[in-house]
């Protein structure tokens, strides 16, 4: 075995060395846009691994955000405090453009950027602040309903200031829809709509309102008189957070949520008393609206839970490389090599496959996709919100375990790394909740023949190889398995449908491990090689350790 001397310092900048996200950017943006995107991206990385990252810290311990109902006058005000820091992190944050160059032209290029490069950024600030990234998630969400579905009025009131990049008054977004009685089940929610001879005023609750008090508007769902029960009743809403004077707009926060993590978002309960709204897009669609925002969300949830497993892993490898057992550095044990091999093919695999979708996601949203593309791209974020979340907790538990002791101590990242990476999980639907989008996918589109068909289109584009046969193999599998289900009664399906959209998601990913290995081949090779082996479970006792082997050439 050869023994190695400690090899890792700690990373000072998240986009310098991710050779994933280096060959992801080249692949899927153009010269000019790639040029400009990987000089603000290495900035952004840098900033995010020092000072954004300490300013987390502090967030986390000591300075999470406050609630202050009332003045000194004692009148209602519902106002969030939140530390110096903090608002320092929004200001560099949105200043990049994570949002508004989405919608708007980044002018030194004088065209728009795209999801892949804003979702790089928010891959770059999940290693440091997932918690942030909730309130940049919600005001995505925010600008897409705005830019794509607002009438030419409430966009141009709102959406420059939903993107702002420095040059007017930030609006942060949000999208508030679930409430008390009905949780996931949206078409049970009650709030009111009234009308008032000249505008709308909403009256009720929102439960679980994530970035209350922070936000300048707010995209909500309420219900109209007379309009039908379920979620086809619901009609989608702006509400601006404050009036044109600067009062409060008819809104009351009850109180903030004490969460396991994700200190950072303010979520509260939020009460609406004649709050001023203004209808979005066609009165009848709400519901459909807010289901495509909570497709972006869902992307957000899986950008950030990348995020998590890269630091994760980074904080793994350089306590391991830089700790000494029984005489010798942690990383020459068989064992320790192991794990960090394994670590470093699951989350290049995974960031690869997010980004896939996220390029297939751009193509849509520009209206440049086909109706398969589309069905797929919404099978694809709901499998991959899933696992990737997952993984999340799974990668930052396991960095707790490699660290020992120290790493069960708030002095070292990896206990917020555990708690931040729990709400993704929850976060934009359960595993329960994706698993049933999964089942309607497959009774109202056929989702799964159309999965199976474009898995088998894509390794017809692959050279014959080992690594391409055992995805093949897996994929009949699978096809078998899917042949079967569809066949299943509604309990039946219900039952297993998590178990066949994890398989289905690790096909997707087996697939663009075997398509990373035939492009670019070395390194990438030998990571599809052990993702394979240890996702399909391939290994028998005695057999070569290529984690091992590998080791020292992939991390």
Known sequence: MKVLQSISKRETNFFENDETLHKILEQMLEPQLLDYAK????????????????????????GEPRLKRYNRYGEEISEVWVNEGYKKTIKQSYNTG??????????????????????????????????????????MATAYLLDHYASEELRARFLPHVCSTGDVELFEGATFLTERQGGSDVGANVVEARFDGENYRLYGEKYFASNAGMCGVAMVLARIANAPSGSKGLTLFAVPWKKEDGSV???????????????????????????????????SKGIYYMLEALNLSRICNAIASIGIMRRAFLEAKHYVSNREAFGKSLTNYPMIQDSLAKFAAKLHVEVATTFDLIQQYDRITQGRGSSKETILNRLYIAILKKETAEQAVKFASEAIELHGGNGYIEDFVTPRLLRDAQVLTVWEGTANILALDVIRLFKKYEAHILFVEE??????????????????????????????????????????????????????????????????????????EIYLEETWKL?????????????HEII
């Open 249 to 283: 707009n008819g809104l009351r926060i009850r109180r903030l949520k004490d969460k396991l993590g994700v200190r950072a978002v303010p979520s509260g309960e939020v009460e609406f008393d004649g709050a001023h709204a203004y209808i979005v897009g066609d009165p």
């Open 98 to 139: 994570i949002v508004g160059y989405v919608h708007k032209e980044i002018p030194q290029l004088g065209k728009k950027g795209n999801y892949v490069y804003s979702f790089a950024q928010g891959y770059l600030l999940s290693h440091s602040e997932p918690g942030f990234y909730c309130p940049v998630t919600l005001t």
């Open 455 to 528: 898995m088998n289109n894509r390794l017809q584009d692959i050279p014959a190889s080992n690594l391409k046969q055992i995805v093949e193999n897996q994929l009949n599998e699978i096809e078998k398995q899917l042949q079967l289900f569809i066949t299943l009664d509604d309990a039946a399906q219900t039952y297993e449908a998590k178990g066949i959209a994890e398989k289905m998601a690790l096909i997707y990913e087996s697939v663009i491990a075997v398509e990373w290995a035939s492009q670019h081949g070395g390194k990438f090779e030998k990571l599809a």
């Open 539 to 551: 290994r028998k006792l005695g057999d070569p350790m290529i984690t091992v082997q590998y080791f």
């Open 39 to 62: 000089r603000e991206l290495q900035d952004f990385g840098e900033l995010v691994a020092g000072e954004i990252d300490e300013r987390a810290k502090h967030t986390d311990r000591e």
